[in-house]
Each structure stands twice: as C-alpha cells, then as structure tokens.
C-alpha cells in the first residue's frame, strides 16, 4: 500500500490488503522474543508511510514515531506480535506454515490492525506525538518488560498508552472497557524442602520431605478458601512436584512450583504472606529447613481510571447503544500490558471477535483464528482515540 492522499476511512480495496498482511502474518508465525521477520514487515510498512522508525528495542521490539502540529501531548499504542508453540488444526488457506506454531490468540490481528491505523492517520491531522508500540514475547510476559528495560519511556515518553485484545465469544461489534483490574497477576513460587534421606527401611535415621509436600499441599488449599474474603480474586495452583527416585529411599529434598494469580497487588501480598507463614511452620512441626523463590512474571493489569473513561468517550460513536461494557467477565489469565501500565496511565480494552463454534473459539485453541471483521472496527478506535487525544 502507498501512502493514501486523504484522511478517510479505509476503502474496501485497502481493508482487502490489510486482511491479506493479517493473513501473511498468520501464515508465518515467529515465538517468544524472537520475531524478526513480523518486526521488520511492520517496520517496513511504518517507514513508507513516513514514520520514523526504531528497531531492536528491547529485542526485536520496535516504536514508530509521528509527530505533527506543535501539540506537546503524546500517546502510546501498543500492540503484540508474537505467536503461540503450538500445532495449528485450521485447513484455510493462511494457516501456519510452520509446525508447531500458531497465531492461537490473534496477536497477527493486533498487528494488522495497528497497521491499519498507522496507515490512516498518516495521512489524517492530528496535534501531538504518536508513538506506536509493537512488542514480541507477550505469551512469555516478557517483551514489555524487555522493551521498558531497554528505555522504551524515556526514549519515547507518553502521557498515556492504551492497547487491546480479542474477545472470543463475543459479538463483534461488543467492547469492554473496564476501569480497574483487568487481568490477573502471574507469580511462579518455587518450594524447595530439604529434609535428610536415608533408607526406607529406616525412617527413624532419616528426615523424610514427602509428608511435608502431602501437608503443604492441603494447607496451601486453605489460603483462597479461608484468608481470603469471597470478594478477592484469586488462584493459586500447584502444577509440579518433584522427589524421590526409587521405593525404598527415603529422598532428601522434594520441591514443589505454585502459580498464583491476583487481581491486585493487595490479595497477592497476602497471599504470599500466608504462604511464608504455613512454611515457617511446616520447617517448625518437620524438622525440614524450607526455601521459598517468588518470581513475578507480570504484575496485575489495573486500567486507570480517567485514561479508562477517555476511551469510553472516544469508542462510544463507534458501537450500537449497549455495546461498550464497562464491565466483563472476569478473567484470570495475564497480559504482559500490565507492566507498561505501572509506568504509564492508561487502558487496555477488549473487540468481541464474534461468537459460535469458529469466531467463538478460545483464543490458545488450535482451531482458533482472529476475525478480519474486527480491522476496521480496531483501526476505527485507534483512530478515534488519537483524534481526540492529540487534538
Ligand atoms: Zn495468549
Ligand atoms: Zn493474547
């Protein structure tokens, strides 16, 4: 596509061509951080409509930079790139060309939809600076990081920035745009217990760790059941134990991995609390000694509240009278966003992708696709949002 000559909304003919990088993209799907041929296809198209563009933040991260007018506010829209390591089930013509991997949660659609915006307001008036945020290794929760560690808000300051995803299972044509937590946080905790092996003849000589995991593994059940008030949302699962080798060994060390969830640093803190506590006193009742290692994969995403209502106001043209939600159903997976959104005010929002068995499917689902519908209706908002923002 070439630079268009005036700020209208796509053509049938344009729509047609974004669909077809949607599907491009779709068909070549790259993981994790290392996204180097969706990185340079945006960066390509950015730079021949006349945005300034800088690679390698952050990896393979990329920002591309408009400014127009002498307007000194600036915004920040953020999509993620990166695909899922999983084996596509889809027969259409852009599934996966490579096993093993997938756009399993339309991360392809956000892309082509940011694209699709930038190419429009290339050519549209607008009064400020433009910072347009592509991200790998959002499934990792570690792009965002990886892109505010190498500077990305000092290098490209922003008064707010804003992002969205799919939503599967709701109509298109639905939005939610909830102030508050949004997703949940992802914390791994590591149990490490170490207690003295010996022979399972002999239990007395030994400091056995394995009824010290049966014990934690029914106390750790109590914290969500009864620390917490029914009203705080949480998960707290534990998806791996490891110990022993043989029968008739007794082992020294046994360790456990937890993943817990919030929807706000408060109910991870006390759930963590609580978690140091029922070891200090398992090492106490055993005679074990009992490491605990918290890693934060992301913090809990928290829309906020003034930058929340300015993309209510803004999308509201937009979509039929009930359409924009302010509240959604309540979900506890993550969103790496949320760490961007510590730095930076602003609102993550969600496009209903459509509904029944083949736009209805989970995102993560190997029969899952984004829905090309929901381009115009993207880069509508992000047109919308820049319009009003930077005015
Ligand atoms: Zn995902
Ligand atoms: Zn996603």
């Known amino acids: 596509m070439d630079a268009q000559q005036t700020c209208t909304a796509l053509n049938d003919a344009e729509l047609h061509a974004f669909t077809a990088l949607r599907r491009q993209i779709h068909a070549a799907p790259e993981l994790g951080g290392d996204t180097p041929h969706t990185a340079e296809l945006v960066a390509a198209k950015l730079q021949q409509w006349g945005y300034q563009v800088h690679r390698g933040v952050g990896g393979h991260g990329l920002v591309g930079v408009l400014r127009k007018g002498q307007g000194s506010r600036r915004i920040g829209l953020r ?41 429009r307001l290339a050519n549209c008036p607008f009064n400020g600076t433009l910072n347009l945020i592509f991200q790998p290794d959002e499934e990792g929760l570690c792009g965002a990081k990886a892109m505010i560690d190498d500077g990305l808000f000092e290098r490209f300051p922003c008064d707010a920035i804003f992002a969205l995803h799919n939503m599967p299972g709701a109509p298109v044509g639905s939005a939610v745009v909830q102030a508050g937590p949004t997703m949940a946080s992802s914390e791994r905790v590591e149990v490490h217990i170490t207690g003295k ?130 509240r959604g159903p309540k979900v506890m997976g993550t969103e790496d966003f ?54």
Request: hydrophobic content about 40%; glycine content about 8%; proline content about 6%.
């Open 197 to 326: 092996g010996g022979h399972g003849a002999m239990p007395e000589l030994a400091v056995d760790p394995l009824p010290v995991v049966a014990s934690l593994i029914n106390a750790i059940q109590t914290i969500k059941s009864r620390n917490l008030a029914p009203e705080e949302y949480a998960v707290v699962s534990i998806g791996m134990l490891q110990a022993g080798s043989v029968y008739n060994i007794i082992p020294d060390e046994a360790s456990m991995l937890i993943s817990v969830r919030t929807d706000t640093p408060q109910t991870q803190q006390k759930i963590n609390q609580r978690l140091s506590e029922i070891v200090r006193g398992h090492e106490q009742a055993f005679g074990v000694g009992i490491a605990l290692t918290f890693t934060q994969l992301a913090p809990a995403l928290i829309n906020h509240t003034a930058e929340t209502e300015q993309v209510r106001q803004s999308l509201a043209p937009l979509f039929a009278p009930g359409q924009l939600h302010s």
């Open 338 to 391: 949320a760490w961007m959104l510590e730095q930076v005010p602003g609102c993550y929002f969600m496009l209903g992708n459509g509904e029944g068995e083949f736009h209805g499917c989970s995102v993560h689902n190997p029969h899952y696709d984004f829905n090309d519908e929901l381009i115009r209706l993207g880069a509508d908002c992000w047109y919308k949002l820049v319009s009003d923002y930077l005015i």
């Open 79 to 119: 999509a993620d790139m990166d695909a899922l390591p999983m084996q596509e089930k889809n027969a259409f013509a852009h599934a996966s060309q490579i096993p093993g991997r997938m756009h399993a949660c339309g991360h392809d659609g956000h892309t082509a939809i940011l694209l699709a915006a930038a190419y």
